[in-house]
């Protein structure tokens, strides 16, 4: 089976700082479970509920879910066993051909929205806070890459171009949904028609606009050191999965209306991309144009505006599917106890991704390019269900995400609760405080030495 490059998990999503929420940490001085006051004098640190071992977890399930069904789709796509004609055996798994790597980024964005507000963005100091976190989040994430990609194994790693795609989120943190749809739209349409008029040789042959100023062969689809345009994962064309991902996740994903239209929206999209590509594609006005060949094929790893609108709609489909399938209920929690492995890989994707790729290197590349079945990924399955269960079942946290949510502490400190004070302060002495008086000083009886005596 022909090796897509690899995704990444993304980073786990941290519970929105909300003050009053259910996240917040009651100020000094207010009883447990009271929300934080005016009187608290600085703002509120949350502690994120679910990364704290012993406590009830507010993570959505499902998300975790669909990220672990991306990240062991990636598994597939990179150990997956093919034919003599290089196709996916059996043939069912060219489903994981390209739409993990979508379902990823789409995932990202709805991280993003978790940790910046939810259906409520941040807004002053705390949305300044948020975006300097995810850029010093996508700083490390661009390092950790570079360190997979030293590893030499044949996989394209995603960590660079994916940190280019966290920046690229940071204005529109704020911005209303139809801002943010309106971005993805530009850059699941435009993006790649103007890319392609620049990297397409003409229909007579000519060479393209980068071909001569480059000298690569047409179509261009890779320059050194550019993560925008081409490479296996050109920002400007992936980033319409994380805008989309931005805007769903500021949206109630726990309402079961909201899921079935995501159900609903992402098959018609799916369906009307892949059903119209093959459409265009029987067109002979089509196909004499390498341009608009490009622009009308679905293949895996294209991105041709007809791919990613295809991929999108995948994405949303999957996603909303399993928020209903593990809503709150007695179906809904039977539900997540199956899915419970699967959901564990999605809560430490990071790690599963990044342990996968140093498994490869140890093992030997051939175990990539020369799998004679299905057995090795079959192995790498197993064993990472297995442990990321274990591991948050009696842990927590997975050790890259912990690493990498410390290294963001460290660089961004959460602001400090300050205790407030007993009472207003007195204009002429120290504050006053509210509570009953306290007890008169003792004065001792009788007559004391040195004092004159009683007349």
């Known amino acids: ?26 100020a000094a001085g207010q009883p447990p479970g009271a929300a934080p006051t005016a009187s608290a004098g600085a703002p509120v640190e949350e502690t994120p509920r679910a990364l704290t071992p012993g406590r009830r977890s507010d993570r959505l399930t499902g998300i975790d ?5 991306a990240v ?8 997956g066993f093919s034919d003599e004609w290089g196709d996916p055996s059996p043939s ?7 739409r993990s790597s979508a379902l990823f ?10 940790i910046t507000g939810r259906t409520t963005p941040h807004e002053g100091s705390q949305l300044r806070r948020s975006r300097l976190r995810i850029a010093v989040r996508a700083g490390l994430l661009w390092c950790l890459g570079i360190a997979l990609i030293m590893l030499g194994t044949p996989v394209l790693i995603i960590l660079p171009a994916y940190a280019v795609m966290f920046l690229m989120t940071l204005p529109f943190l704020r911005a209303r949904v139809p ?21 397409t040789e003409g229909a007579d042959g000519s060479p393209s606009f980068l071909s001569t100023l480059t000298g690569a062969g047409d179509p261009v689809t890779y320059l050194p050191m550019d993560v925008f345009a081409t490479g296996p994962y050109p920002a400007l064309i992936f980033s319409a999965y994380v805008f989309t991902g931005l805007a769903v996740g500021r949206s109630q994903l726990t309402d079961i209306a909201v899921q079935c239209m995501m159900v609903a929206a992402g098959a018609g999209m799916a369906a009307l991309a892949w059903g119209g590509s093959l459409l265009l594609l029987s067109s002979s006005t089509v196909t004499s144009s390498p341009y608009l060949t490009r622009l009308a094929t679905g293949e895996a790893h294209d991105y041709s505006p007809v791919e990613v609108i295809g991929n999108l709609g995948a994405a949303l489909a999957v996603t909303g599917l399993l928020l209903m399938l593990t809503r709150p209920g007695m179906l809904g929690r039977i539900i997540s106890v199956v899915l419970a492995p699967v959901a564990a890989v999605g809560a430490m994707s990071l790690t599963a991704y990044s342990g996968h790729l140093v498994a490869i290197a140890i093992l030997g590349n051939d175990v990539v390019w ?7 990924l079959l192995w ?18 997975g050790p890259l995400e912990w690493l990498l949510g410390r290294a963001v502490a460290g660089i961004v400190p959460p602001p400090r609760t300050q205790r407030p004070p007993a009472g207003p302060p007195s204009p002429t002495g120290p504050p006053i405080h509210h509570g009953p008086p306290p007890p008169p000083a003792w004065r001792p009886q009788g007559p004391q030495p040195g004092s004159p005596p009683p007349t």
């Open 1 to 26: 089976m022909t090796s897509p490059p690899a995704q990444p998990g993304p980073t786990q999503p941290e519970p929105p700082e909300r003050s009053g929420g259910p996240w917040s940490s009651p």
């Open 65 to 69: 879910v669909a990220r672990g069904v």
């Open 72 to 79: 062991l789709g990636m598994f597939v796509a990179h150990l």
């Open 92 to 98: 069912w798994l060219v489903l994981f051909d390209g």
């Open 105 to 114: 980024a789409f995932l990202a964005g709805v991280s993003i929205a978790l």
């Open 179 to 199: 801002t943010v749809l309106g971005a993805a739209a530009v850059t699941a349409v435009i993006s790649p028609a103007l890319i392609f008029a620049l990297s």
């Open 370 to 376: 020369y799998p004679d079945s299905n057995g090795v």
């Open 380 to 397: 790498f399955i197993g064993i990472t269900l297995v442990v990321c269960l274990l591991w948050r079942t009696l842990i927590g946290r």
